[in-house]
């Protein structure tokens, strides 16, 4: 990853919006949906918490893009975009 995804965190917090989401050069045309999905959801993750997150490719989908990719994008994002506290479920009590 080129981008210190923390590092921006620390910025948006200061009053920015964060614009940007899947690396455009690899994984969205080389890498499987399940590393899309993986991406996205790891932006969300870090981004989406208290807002200020505007998920986009960037610029545009290159024309060699696997169509399975940008459908798997729209997918994760509308089971995970709106609620970044989804990917951490309550903690079980254990027995003692």
């Known amino acids: 990853m080129l981008v210190n995804t923390k590092f921006c965190l620390f910025i ?5 919006s964060i614009f940007g989401g899947i690396d455009t050069q690899r994984t969205l045309p080389f890498g499987t949906p399940t590393q ?3 991406e996205v959801r790891e932006r969300i993750k870090i981004f989406g918490v ?3 997150f505007i998920f986009n490719t960037i610029h545009n989908v ?3 893009v696997p169509v399975k990719n940008i459908i798997k994008i729209y997918e994760t994002l509308h089971k995970f975009g709106t ?3 989804s990917f951490n479920p309550k903690p079980t009590k254990t027995k003692r």
């Open 83 to 85: 609620d970044p506290l």
């Open 50 to 52: 208290g807002g200020g």
């Open 36 to 38: 899309v999905r993986d």
């Open 62 to 64: 290159q024309p060699r």
């Open 12 to 16: 948006s917090l200061q009053n920015y």
